[in-house]
Antibody, heavy 121, light 112 residues
Framework: QVQLQESGPGLVKPSQTLSLTCAVS??????????WSWIRQSPGKGLQWIGY???????YYSPSLRSRVNISVNTSRNHLSLELRSVTAADTAVYYC?????????????WGQGILVTVSS | DIVMTQSPDSLPVSLGERATINCKSS????????????LAWYQQKVGQPPKLLIY???TRESGVPDRFSGSGSGTDFTLTISSLQAEDVAVYYC?????????FGQGTKLEI
């Protein structure tokens, strides 16, 4: 059973960098069958796809966040990471990591429980 | 970006009734090479991450009850719950994966 678990600080000051990690168990980020996404959900709001990464390191980012975001993968530790720079209160959200098939379903079939990150001084 | 618009925003239904949620994309998400629409449906209960219900517009994810069904092609899609159960109370989202950036609908809240 694939499991994803996000971790990182729950509070980040404005203008600083939000850094999160997603540990993957029961599966490998080194698999060529999947992309690994970061998705966020502002309190009481809908879902926003941030971007995803392939095991090779190829990334795709949402244009609205591209200038501030970096997603990386660590195959030896089997985890992926998210960095979001110059955060503001608008970046307060629950951040999820999720797996998406590269070839078959296309839907995000496994999700972490999510981590609430609040941007506040 | 492809804009996904769901209707209604909230849907009051009774137990045992049929519930229908609509999703419209601002451009076609039909993959002509496979003749499949790149559209997924998710269910999100309070305090939980979204759960994948349907992909390719109409293929049920493993373990999803058969009272959930998806239909549609191109730009217009529907999620139907044939006989509403209490555990189906949730917010439902559609999502296109035809092209990046992936985009979600605003959500439809199912209420009993």
């Amino acid at each position: 059973q694939v499991q994803l678990q996000e971790s990182g600080p729950g509070l980040v000051k404005p203008s600083q960098t939000l850094s999160l990690t997603c540990a993957v168990s029961g599966g490998s980020v080194n698999s060529g069958d999947y992309f690994w996404s970061w998705i966020r959900q502002s309190p009481g709001k809908g879902l926003q796809w941030i971007g995803y990464i392939y095991y090779s390191g190829t990334t795709y980012y949402s244009p609205s966040l591209r200038s501030r975001v970096n997603i990386s993968v660590n195959t030896s530790r089997n985890h992926l990471s998210l960095e979001l720079r110059s955060v503001t209160a608008a970046d307060t959200a629950v951040y999820y990591c999720a797996r998406v098939s590269a070839f078959s379903s296309g839907g995000h079939d496994y999700w972490g429980q999510g981590i609430l990150v609040t941007v506040s001084s | 970006d492809i804009v996904m618009t769901q209707s209604p925003d909230s849907l009051p239904v009774s137990l045992g009734e049929r519930a229908t949620i609509n999703c419209k994309s601002s451009q076609s998400v039909l993959d002509s090479s496979s003749d499949k629409s790149s559209l997924a449906w998710y269910q999100q209960k309070v305090g939980q991450p979204p759960k994948l219900l349907i992909y390719w517009a109409s293929t049920r994810e493993s373990g999803v009850p058969d009272r959930f069904s998806g239909s549609g092609s191109g730009t217009d899609f529907t999620l139907t719950i044939s006989s509403l159960q209490a555990e189906d109370v949730a917010v439902y989202y559609c999502q296109q994966y035809y092209t990046t950036p992936y985009t979600f609908g605003q959500g439809t809240k199912l209420e009993i």
